[in-house]
């Protein structure tokens, strides 16, 4: 989930222990100051060192030693101050308090400690490079906000205070990157985390959103997001006040900024796209409603399309993504899911899934005065997504629950259990987060080892008991996304839609679903900007924040069923995907549109397109290797005396190009059977090679760090330079428009981009890009030419995802595998790419999601793998060849006529024709029966 990017590591050490969790969610951290505490313990006269925090509504000091808890001092605690302290000629102050917090001792995650005593506490405090006297005013004008004033005034006296401190802060001109910018616009913002929001200043230039914090709470002063990497720009509520904003962008990052009001929103909207550099994706509702009608997106994208679109967002905790209930059989030992009984009823709400329970609500709301409802909860809070996700987000449990974790026996203990709560408790009626369904165990598992207690049972409360049907998490989370894309679910889907997002949200149609919820939750309850008394905006402001939030209605008349059968399908394999990244790049894939509440529809029908041809390329055109089951051998050709590193072919197919170990370059004519050219390149191993778009050129890496360009027309090299500072082991080629990138990939781990150009008899080279995410040796690279996107992977199992046009980094999928990385390749739509892992796997993953769709377990390694989209074929440890069957995951075929590891593998793009290459430097030439 999107969130956790942001939740420290709960066993181990960081740079820094604050956070804006560890304050309520009211409060404002201002500012903080090295500083000295001293106070006493037992006997023992103490003196540590560490930072003074001021913020509105405490004073936290955070000691430098870990060994010491962080303490949280309330204002409202303070009994009195002492403004004369000093210790040895250096100025301090004292304070009196009769209770505070201490909080990660040791930086561990767990409850806060509360410390209160009939005899007040001392702690004194020595201020080391600021002024003690501003330090001890401004502590002062806080303290006496919280002395002797009713609630209403002390957050009128705190919000001037605020104000004032933040009117006195301007953006710094000097973080600007480049001076040809054009300042746009300027203004006051909130960045929106999850449970947490951090004022700052905006500044939008014709080339970047920056945001400038009020506050030093991160390690950068300032946050730059470049406008050429917008992806889609999204207006939310926020509080169900139309005043945010979020923006996504293609490098998997995002932006959610709460303006102060919606006038100021949709202005810096407007500018934002306004600007040249800024290319927005689009995609029209009615476009994806048709699209999953007709099978050509999964039922998992469909419904966080729907959420985005919704305001459901993984950054705001009260608006999560919502997902239903699916499976109700928690019981038997196993499941069909073809078997109907075994689903929830989709045409119900949660609280109408029991009859008898549902008479006591509907008993209830006819006794009830307006405005009437039948659950006083909702399907979807903070509380229930933080109850889900407890062992991977334990911090927000804490600041979501005043430093306490629940009682054991309310925790998520079990799926059995927790489903027969939301069928059968009087107050539960909670639904389902998108992690149900996706590729992450973490959230089943106690991987932190947290002590979240012992039930009344004597139980402790551990990893999530699942039910007997799913040996382990994996194979729970594979099972219910395989039961919600099953034929039974995808034809009933639309009426969940119908209850959460459509004509049953509200309304008579909700009363006569038994799908109404107290009206706070609702988008036009009230409008909190007419609402003067703070002290009731704030009850009001909780009740949203922490009681969960209605949906954006999206359609008023039925949505129509599904049509078609599931074209694409993305089961979930049993691996598990990046907590950080998978689900946000989910919602980016089925580009989020801003304007649909008003009844805008001005986006483009590109993205459905591409949805729909990518459906019809994988499952609707027949394969292109159909003749695969039935290779026949040609010849074998001794071309090489060493390890064979590469082969390719001409884009005829009639001839092939190989290179070795042994620094040879042979073209061969597979039409007439003739060795046409062997010529020794450079003075290292030759590890790969690539024909570029003229034909009659072709790209070489070496060991030797050198990339060559051999001229064919003249048989000798025309080009060479000096392109890393260790051995290549690879490079690929692709061109769009009148560019040519290449990109090549080294055993230092550096991935770098070249621009090639003719230039004469040559080429001119110049390098475009160099990166370094990846920090071991690059063991594979392949690239699409269409998408424009490339793969790399290294011997630690990391892959790194990139967009060739643009130079730069989309994504990293760093826990698919973490073993060296034996090879990639791309479906021929660019959807997916196929990982092939020296840990016996192989891998289908989702290109934009990084879902796993399909893993195959194999009895061997797996060393070449290529895919025409329904068929692939694989080089194998062993010498063999093996067909496999995507669609029906399983093996078709296999092949052995090498004796030693295939090494190199290359098929014409008819697919008539397929030659692989060994390490014991044999090559063979097969012929399919097509």
């Known amino acids: ?172 001109i000097g973080w600007i990157e480049d001076l040809s910018e054009q300042i746009v616009q300027e203004v006051k913002a909130s960045r929106v985390l999850p449970l947490t929001h951090n004022p700052g200043r905006v500044m939008l230039t014709s080339a970047i959103v920056y945001f400038q914090p009020f506050n030093n709470i991160d390690s950068e002063p300032v946050f730059r997001f470049k406008l050429c990497k917008a992806k889609n720009v999204v207006k939310r509520r926020y509080l169900l006040r139309d005043v945010g904003l979020e923006i996504f962008f293609t490098d998997n990052t995002a932006l959610y900024l709460a303006f102060e009001d919606t006038t100021e929103r949709d202005m810096f909207e407007s500018y934002l796209r306004k600007q040249e550099v800024v290319n927005l994706d689009t995609a029209d509702q009615k476009n994806m409603m048709v699209a999953w009608q007709q099978g050509a997106i999964s039922n998992f994208d469909y419904l966080m399309y729907l959420n985005n679109l919704a305001d459901r967002s993984f950054t705001d905790l009260a608006q999560y993504p919502v997902f239903p209930w699916i499976i109700k059989d928690y019981t038997s030992d196993c499941i069909d899911l073809n078997d109907p009984t075994i689903y929830r009823d989709l045409s119900k709400p949660m609280g109408a899934q029991n009859p008898e329970r549902l008479k006591d609500f509907i008993k209830r709301y006819e006794e009830m005065p307006e405005p009437k409802f039948f659950y006083g909860t909702h399907y979807s809070t903070p509380g229930y997504v933080l109850f889900y996700t407890i062992r991977v987000a334990p911090e927000y449990s804490l600041n979501l629950q005043n430093g306490k974790f629940d009682r054991a026996d309310r925790l998520f203990q079990s ?135 209605t949906p954006r209605q999206l359609f008023h008349i039925a949505h129509p069923p599904r049509r078609g059968p599931v074209i694409l399908r993305e089961p979930v394999s049993n691996g598990e995907a990046s907590n ?90 597979l039409s007439n059977y003739q060795h046409m050219l062997s010529q020794k390149i450079g003075t290292g191993a030759l590890s790969s090679i690539a024909v570029l778009p003229d034909e009659d050129s072709l790209l070489l890496s070496s060991w030797d760090n050198n990339l060559y360009i051999f001229s064919l027309e003249l048989g000798s090299i025309s080009s060479e330079w000096n392109a890393h500072h260790d051995a290549i082991a690879m490079v690929k080629v692709s061109s769009f428009g009148n560019e040519m990138i290449a990109i090549s990939g080294a055993w230092d781990g550096v991935i770098k981009m070249w621009e090639l150009k003719p230039c004469g008899m040559g080429w001119s080279h110049s390098c475009v890009a160099e990166m370094f995410e990846h920090t071991e040796e690059i063991t594979a690279l392949t690239v699409h030419e269409n998408s424009n996107k490339a793969i790399s992977g290294d011997s630690c199992g990391r892959m790194m995802l990139w967009d060739l046009s643009t130079q730069g980094l989309i994504k990293k999928v760093t ?80 092949y052995h006529q090498h004796k030693d590891p295939i090494s190199a593998l290359c098929i014409s793009r008819n697919g008539d024709k397929v030659v692989s290459g060994d390490e014991g430097h044999s090559i063979v030439y097969w012929s399919t029966s097509q």
């Open 1 to 172: 989930m999107a969130f956790l990017d942001r939740v420290p590591d709960s066993g181990h050490m960081r740079n820094q222990r604050f956070s804006l969790l560890l304050l309520d969610h009211d409060d404002v951290y201002f500012e903080d100051h090295s500083a000295d505490m001293m106070f006493t313990e037992g006997k023992e006269q103490k003196r540590i060192e560490g930072r003074l925090k001021v913020c509105a509504n405490c004073v936290v000091f955070d000691p430098k030693e870990y060994i010491y808890p962080i303490y949280k001092f309330p204002h409202a605690s303070i009994v009195r101050y002492n403004v004369s302290f000093a210790v040895k000629g250096e100025k301090g102050f004292q304070f009196c308090i009769k209770s505070y917090s201490e909080m990660k001792e040791g930086n561990l995650v767990k409850p806060w400690v509360t410390r209160r005593s009939e005899d007040p506490d001392w702690f004194g405090f020595i201020i080391k490079f600021s002024n003690v006297d501003d330090v001890v005013q401004q502590l002062l004008e806080l303290n006496e906000a919280w002395l002797d004033k009713v609630y209403g005034e002390r957050r009128k006296v705190l919000a001037s205070l605020t104000n004032r401190r933040h009117a006195a802060i301007k953006f710094n």
């Open 415 to 549: 799926i059995e259990k927790t489903w027969c709560n939301a069928y059968t408790g009087v107050a539960d009626v909670k639904e389902l987060v998108p992690e149900f369904f996706m590729t992450s165990t973490s959230f089943l598992q106690n991987n932190h080892n947290l002590d979240l207690g012992i039930t009344q049972n004597g139980e402790r409360v551990e990893n999530v008991l699942l039910p007997p049907w799913a040996s382990t998490p994996e194979e729970f989370l594979k099972r219910n996304r395989g039961a919600l894309e099953s034929d039974y679910v995808s034809q009933r889907l639309h009426q969940w839609i119908d209850l959460i997002f459509g004509a049953k949200q509200t309304g008579h149609e909700a009363v006569k679903a038994h799908n109404l919820f107290y009206y706070l939750t609702y988008e036009s309850a009230i409008n909190l900007d007419d609402v003067s008394d703070a002290a009731e905006r704030h009850a009001y402001e909780t009740q949203i924040m922490e009681f969960g939030q």
């Open 580 to 669: 950080g990244e998978v689900v946000d790049e989910i919602t980016q894939k089925v580009k989020p549109h801003d304007g649909i509440a008003e009844g805008s529809q001005n986006g483009g029908e590109e993205s459905i397109k591409e949805l729909s041809q990518a459906a019809d390329s994988l499952s609707l055109q027949p394969s292109s290797w159909s003749g695969f089951s039935n290779l026949e051998l040609v010849l074998t050709l001794p071309l090489h005396k060493d390890i064979i590193t590469c082969l390719t072919m001409s884009p005829d197919g009639n001839t092939l190009f190989s290179v070795s170990q042994d620094s040879t370059l042979t073209v061969y004519n």
């Open 815 to 894: 826990d698919s595998h973490s073993e060296p990385i034996n090879d990639l390749c791309f479906t021929p739509d660019g959807l997916i790419f196929i990982t092939a892992c020296a840990d016996l796997t192989m891998k289908l993953i989702n290109t934009e999601s990084l879902v796993e769709l399909v893993v195959f377990h194999s009895h061997e390694e797996i060393t070449q793998v290529r895919t025409d989209g329904t068929y692939i074929l694989t080089g194998n440890a062993s010498g063999s060849l093996t067909l496999w069957d995507a669609a029906n995951e399983k093996e078709v075929q296999s």
